[in-house]
DNA sequence: TAGCGACATTCGATATGAAG
DNA sequence: CTTCATATCGAATGTCGCTA
């Protein structure tokens, strides 16, 4: 927004001014600038007429006076503190002040010290202060801004990056409710006027948006990356034990105090990411009041107080051992005098609570040899986008009702915006669907499926429904899955539960041991509509759990020369932690006979969906071994070795995926270009097919590959010695079956 | 360096309006 | 009429600059 009143000069009147065309400016663009500025005249206008109508109207109330000049000390006080106020070339930059004039006594400012007043409401915190002479500036602001006569350094009006310059229509609506009477203006006038506002509101609100973004933009070109975090975690722990010894040998020193309340405060935002204020408010009976469980290793405090206290309740931080014993240092007072005194963990050297903790962190921040800037807002922020990028919905969920917010807020105000890279992954999507879409087309022709099967078909209620339901993105079935690494996979699969009930239905209660027999190699699925028969296979191992397990099995016809068809697929097996779309086995016809590109496409991509969750779930296995041990958990030197190397063996598994997903990738992409313009030949296209079917027959393999290397990783973690030693049987039988009918 | 004022930013609750 | 998305609002936190 200019710092120019909108009414001085528009676009389009520069515009002409610069062309010299003075004959039609609203030609010149299509902004409708003029139509808005002849508003906004109407709008200066009304305003006036109110201001003259009322000059200095003996005001009874005895708020007007009072108001007025509590505006006015302020803004008398503010101009001895920061002049001369440079003029800014757009809207007024952080910092600057804008509220610096005097107080004439017109209608609107006694509105406004009116409206203050009532904000107030007798209230006579500090907050309640602040809050109400905030909205008092903001509509100041907007005064200068939309009066011309006002000086034009007054007129700036100020940052769009708050929706509260909403809040200009609330004088009005003072003006109108307190006293219509003495404005002597009617109510449709001032109705009128607000009708305008709202309007004119609601057409800025495209440049708010813009700005906003750009702010966010902004915003997330200075997020912390998990390096920096990682590296003040490990910072501060080492260097906590230190400076406490430090402060227990030579006494009090205020530097080392505060970077020790630094990191401490820091550490303990970045494990939960929550606001400074649940840490400033920490008092110790908080501390003497933590709960413990698990033997005494693990500890739970409840902060009562915080800001989203009334929506979210308790703000809680659950601790290890070694991390409770240092606020039970500081619940002791070893860290200063007045710290015994002192009813806050958290405290300054005269032992108040800490008004400015962001300091501290500071504090402990370059201590620990890092650079930047550092907030517990940035901190929140990273935690907040980290939890978008790699938790699931539902991890999400949970992470953000730990840091007492919502996950819509969350998404608003801290997770940042989209990277090029992720846009461009975007992009890359929409064509897939598009190439599939042709594909399907392409498809429906060539199939020479008869009318009875169609019929059939199209009788099964479930698979019509799974029809006309819209391919989401966050589904395991999805045509996207082939170029998904197994991290999306598990992120997808836990979402819109809805659907998974639908297509699913709850896993069967029945035991092995009520049918042996049916349960040895029972069927559960046959389906898919054409070209491809895939069989879900229960395979019994003798063990409830296994009774999720199932094993995919595809079966490719020949090709009318009897040779088989130049995508065959592999068979695997995996754990069907969530539901296929496949239909279950009453609804599931034999289309072994129709054959169709899509259906192949459609089955490999589910046994790929059930292979990479399987191998996710391993993964989680060794993960948990990895947090584990970044956290500090009181692993043995040999302990930590082998986790070291179960990880680096997953990261391999991980990066042979990758690598197949990359070749898939690439093939994708080769035909992607094709349709974007680039005139490849049909051989080129076919070649891309069949690099597309090696890679993902590649992927296939290295998911089994990566599940079987996983599973040993995790039987290399003691801490989970038994389920892991589990999961080393069934991933390593499984791999064996596997390369077997590989070899086939 | 604590404390304060000012302002930016955050964030849940509620109102409102559009779409189905 | 219901559902969902968005706007609005009040209240809170975070940060900065200044002063005693």
């Given at each position: 927004?200019?710092?120019?009143?909108?009414?001085?000069?528009?676009?389009?009147?520069?515009?002409?001014?610069?062309?010299?065309?003075?004959?039609?400016?609203s030609?010149?663009?299509?902004?409708?600038?003029?139509?808005?500025?002849?508003?906004?005249?109407?709008?200066?206008?009304?305003?006036?007429?109110m201001?003259?109508?009322?000059?200095?109207?003996?005001?009874?109330?005895?708020?007007?006076?009072?108001?007025?000049?509590?505006?006015?000390?302020?803004?008398?006080?503010?101009r001895?503190r920061?002049?001369?106020?440079?003029?800014?070339?757009?809207?007024a930059?952080?910092g600057?002040?804008?509220?610096?004039?005097?107080?004439?006594?017109?209608?609107?400012?006694?509105a406004?010290?009116?409206?203050?007043?009532?904000?107030?409401?007798g209230?006579?915190?500090?907050?309640?202060?602040?809050?109400?002479?905030?909205v008092?500036?903001?509509?100041?602001?907007?005064?200068?801004?939309?009066?011309?006569?006002?000086p034009?350094e007054?007129?700036?009006?100020?940052?769009?990056?708050?929706?509260?310059d909403?809040?200009?229509?609330?004088?009005?609506q003072?003006?109108?409710?307190?006293?219509l009477?003495?404005s002597?203006?009617?109510?449709e006038?001032?109705?009128?006027?607000?009708?305008e506002?709202?309007?004119?509101?609601?057409?800025i609100?495209?440049?708010?948006?813009v700005?906003?973004?750009?702010?966010?933009?902004?915003?997330?070109?200075?997020?912390?990356d998990?390096?920096?975090?990682?590296?003040?975690?490990?910072?501060?722990?080492r260097r906590?034990?230190?400076?406490?010894?430090?402060?227990?040998?030579?006494?009090?020193?205020?530097d080392?105090?505060s970077?020790?309340?630094?990191?401490?405060?820091?550490?303990?935002?970045?494990?939960?990411?929550?606001?400074?204020?649940?840490?400033?408010?920490?008092?110790?009976?908080?501390v003497?009041?933590?709960?413990?469980?698990?033997d005494?290793?693990?500890?739970?405090?409840?902060?009562?107080?915080?800001?989203?206290?009334r929506?979210?309740?308790?703000?809680s931080?659950?601790?290890?051992?070694?991390?409770?014993?240092?606020?039970?240092?500081?619940?002791?007072?070893?860290?200063?005098?007045?710290?015994?005194d002192?009813?806050?963990?958290?405290?300054?050297?005269?032992?108040?609570?800490?008004?400015?903790?962001?300091?501290?962190?500071?504090?402990?921040?370059?201590?620990?040899?890092?650079?930047g800037?550092?907030?517990f807002?940035?901190?929140?922020?990273?935690?907040a986008?980290?939890?978008?990028?790699?938790?699931?919905?539902?991890?999400?969920?949970?992470?953000?009702?730990?840091?007492?917010?919502?996950?819509?807020?969350?998404?608003?105000?801290?997770?940042?915006?989209p990277?090029?890279?992720?846009?461009?992954?975007?992009?890359?999507?929409?064509?897939?669907?598009?190439?599939?879409?042709?594909?399907?087309?392409?498809a429906?022709?060539?199939?020479?499926?008869?009318?009875e099967?169609?019929a059939c078909?199209?009788?099964?209620?479930?698979s019509s429904?799974?029809?006309?339901?819209?391919?989401?993105?966050?589904e395991?079935?999805s045509?996207?899955?082939?170029?998904?690494?197994?991290?999306?996979?598990?992120?997808?699969?836990?979402?819109?539960p809805?659907l998974?009930r639908?297509?699913?239905?709850?896993?069967?209660?029945?035991?092995?041991?009520?049918?042996?027999?049916?349960d040895?190699?029972?069927?559960v699925?046959?389906?898919?509509?054409?070209?491809?028969?895939?069989?879900?296979?229960?395979?019994d191992?003798?063990?409830?759990?296994?009774?999720?397990?199932?094993?995919?099995?595809?079966n490719?016809?020949?090709?009318?020369?009897?040779?088989p068809?130049?995508?065959?697929l592999?068979?695997?097996?995996?754990?069907?932690?969530?539901?296929?779309k496949?239909?279950?086995?009453?609804?599931?016809?034999?289309?072994?006979?129709?054959?169709?590109?899509?259906?192949?496409?459609?089955?490999?991509?589910?046994?790929?969906?059930?292979?990479?969750?399987?191998?996710?779930?391993?993964?989680?296995?060794?993960?948990?071994?990895?947090?584990?041990?970044?956290?500090?958990?009181?692993?043995?030197?040999?302990?930590a070795r082998?986790?070291?190397?179960?990880?680096?063996?997953?990261?391999?598994a991980?990066?042979?995926?990758?690598?197949?997903?990359a070749?898939?990738?690439?093939?994708?992409?080769?035909?992607?270009?094709?349709?974007?313009?680039?005139?490849?030949t049909?051989?080129?296209?076919?070649?891309?097919?069949?690099?597309?079917?090696?890679?993902?027959e590649?992927?296939?393999?290295?998911?089994?590959?990566?599940?079987?290397?996983?599973?040993?990783?995790?039987?290399?973690?003691?801490?989970?010695?038994?389920?892991?030693?589990?999961?080393?049987?069934?991933?390593r039988?499984?791999?064996?079956?596997?390369?077997?009918?590989?070899?086939?």
């Amino acid at each position: 927004m200019p710092s120019t009143p909108m009414s001085s000069q528009s676009s389009c009147q520069r515009y002409s001014s610069q062309t010299g065309n003075n004959s039609n400016p609203s030609s010149c663009c299509n902004c409708k600038c003029l139509e808005l500025l002849k508003r906004v005249e109407a709008l200066e206008a009304a305003l006036k007429k109110m201001s003259k109508e009322a000059p200095a109207v003996a005001r009874t109330s005895m708020s007007s006076a009072r108001t007025s000049s509590d505006i006015q000390s302020t803004t008398a006080k503010k101009r001895t503190r920061q002049e001369p106020l440079q003029k800014t070339p757009d809207s007024a930059l952080k910092g600057d002040q804008v509220l610096k004039c005097e107080m004439k006594g017109t209608l609107y400012e006694k509105a406004i010290g009116d409206l203050r007043e009532f904000k107030l409401s007798g209230r006579t915190g500090r907050k309640a202060i602040d809050n109400a002479n905030q909205v008092a500036t903001h509509c100041f602001r907007f005064c200068y801004y939309m009066i011309p006569e006002l000086p034009e350094e007054q007129g700036i009006y100020a940052n769009h990056n708050s929706e509260h310059d909403a809040k200009y229509r609330q004088p009005l609506q003072t003006c109108q409710n307190v006293f219509l009477e003495e404005s002597r203006l009617k109510v449709e006038d001032f109705d009128r006027v607000l009708y305008e506002l709202t309007r004119l509101q609601a057409e800025i609100r495209r440049d708010v948006v813009v700005r906003q973004q750009r702010v966010k933009r902004q915003k997330t070109n200075n997020q912390l990356d998990s390096e920096q975090e990682l590296s003040f975690l490990y910072a501060a722990k080492r260097r906590i034990p230190m400076l406490m010894d430090a402060i227990d040998k030579d006494g009090y020193q205020r530097d080392q105090h505060s970077t020790l309340m630094g990191y401490l405060m820091g550490y303990l935002c970045v494990i939960s990411g929550h606001r400074s204020v649940v840490l400033t408010s920490m008092t110790k009976e908080h501390v003497a009041n933590a709960d413990q469980w698990n033997d005494g290793t693990r500890f739970q405090i409840l902060v009562d107080e915080h800001k989203s206290v009334r929506t979210f309740g308790q703000a809680s931080l659950v601790l290890n051992c070694v991390e409770f014993s240092w606020l039970r240092w500081f619940h002791d007072g070893k860290c200063c005098s007045r710290g015994t005194d002192s009813t806050n963990i958290f405290h300054t050297s005269q032992g108040c609570r800490l008004t400015k903790p962001s300091n501290f962190l500071y504090l402990a921040w370059t201590d620990a040899g890092l650079k930047g800037p550092v907030s517990f807002n940035l901190i929140r922020s990273s935690v907040a986008t980290q939890a978008e990028r790699h938790l699931s919905e539902t991890e999400r969920r949970k992470v953000a009702r730990a840091m007492c917010h919502d996950p819509t807020t969350a998404e608003k105000f801290y997770v940042a915006l989209p990277t090029r890279e992720l846009a461009y992954e975007n992009r890359r999507l929409r064509m897939k669907a598009l190439m599939c879409e042709k594909r399907k087309v392409k498809a429906k022709r060539k199939s020479k499926v008869c009318d009875e099967q169609e019929a059939c078909y199209s009788l099964s209620s479930e698979s019509s429904e799974d029809r006309d339901e819209p391919v989401y993105d966050d589904e395991p079935e999805s045509s996207s899955l082939s170029s998904s690494s197994s991290e999306e996979l598990s992120i997808r699969s836990q979402r819109r539960p809805r659907l998974k009930r639908k297509l699913f239905g709850p896993v069967p209660s029945t035991s092995s041991k009520q049918k042996p027999e049916a349960d040895i190699m029972s069927t559960v699925a046959a389906a898919t509509p054409s070209k491809i028969q895939v069989t879900l296979q229960r395979v019994d191992n003798n063990n409830q759990q296994c009774l999720k397990e199932f094993s995919i099995v595809l079966n490719m016809p020949r090709e009318s020369n009897g040779r088989p068809p130049s995508r065959q697929l592999e068979a695997t097996d995996g754990v069907l932690t969530t539901p296929s779309k496949l239909r279950p086995p009453e609804a599931s016809p034999s289309y072994s006979e129709g054959e169709t590109e899509a259906a192949e496409a459609e089955a490999a991509e589910a046994a790929e969906a059930e292979a990479a969750e399987a191998a996710e779930a391993k993964a989680t296995e060794a993960e948990d071994a990895a947090i584990a041990e970044a956290e500090g958990a009181e692993a043995t030197e040999a302990e930590a070795r082998e986790a070291e190397a179960a990880e680096d063996e997953a990261a391999e598994a991980a990066q042979a995926a990758e690598a197949a997903e990359a070749k898939a990738n690439e093939a994708e992409d080769a035909e992607i270009a094709e349709a974007e313009g680039a005139e490849a030949t049909e051989a080129e296209a076919a070649e891309a097919e069949a690099a597309e079917a090696e890679a993902t027959e590649a992927d296939v393999v290295e998911t089994t590959e990566a599940e079987v290397t996983e599973a040993e990783a995790t039987e290399a973690s003691e801490a989970e010695a038994k389920e892991a030693k589990k999961a080393k049987v069934v991933g390593r039988s499984r791999g064996r079956r596997g390369r077997g009918r590989r070899g086939r």
